[in-house]
């Protein structure tokens, strides 16, 4: 009888132990990983990328890629700014400034269909030289310099004082978000 006992009572503990077992492994890989805060990530570090700014053609209605080096952020929106900063930088190379001296950014963000918002100061307007080819220049070299430079941009909204306007100089329509021209790059 005694063996008995102790047979029952080894099975009872051996239950018992493999019970609790179980019991830690689903907690330890079901329910304590769920419950653990996320890992933070650190924002990606700016790194130095080769972009391609276009400015106006010396001689001809055509822009031309000037190659640069900037140290970008990996958030659209803050990479677009930067590199809009480059461009109203002027040309180091060949290329000559199609944006009108005094103009400024107000803002530049990228929203999560791909359209780049970029807000001008009044300048952009009222310094114009106008004509339709000066202003088609205008208009594709930020629209060609962004959507071309940032994957994430896929047309360009031109905005005045934040306001969506009808045109920049009196000739192209920009009441709508611009794709970019390929035909005007030499």
Avoid at 71 to 78: E, K, N, Y
Avoid at 103 to 130: T, W
Avoid at 146 to 164: A, H
Wanted: aromatic letters at 4%.
């Amino acid at each position: 009888m005694e063996k008995a006992g102790q047979k029952t009572v080894s099975g009872i503990v051996l239950a018992l132990v493999l019970l609790l077992a179980g019991a830690m492994a689903l907690y330890f890989f079901v329910v304590a990983p769920s419950v653990q805060p996320p890992l933070k990530t650190e924002p990606a570090a700016p790194e130095m990328t080769l972009v391609r700014l276009y400015f106006g053609h010396p001689s001809d209605a055509f822009l031309v890629a000037e190659p640069r080096a900037l140290l970008l952020p990996a958030d659209p929106s803050a990479k677009a700014l930067k590199i809009m900063e480059a461009l109203l930088e002027g040309p180091r190379q060949e290329g000559i400034s199609v944006i009108p001296n005094g103009a400024r950014l107000n803002s530049v963000f990228v929203d999560d269909k791909g359209i780049c918002h970029v807000d001008f100061s009044r300048e952009i307007r009222q310094n114009h030289p106008g004509g339709s080819a000066g202003e088609a220049m205008t208009i594709w070299s930020v629209v060609d310099t962004l959507v071309l430079n940032v994957d994430e941009i896929r047309s360009v909204n031109l905005l005045i004082e934040g306001q969506q306007e009808e045109t920049l100089a009196g000739h192209l329509d920009i009441r709508r978000p611009l794709g970019p021209d390929l035909r005007l790059i030499k």
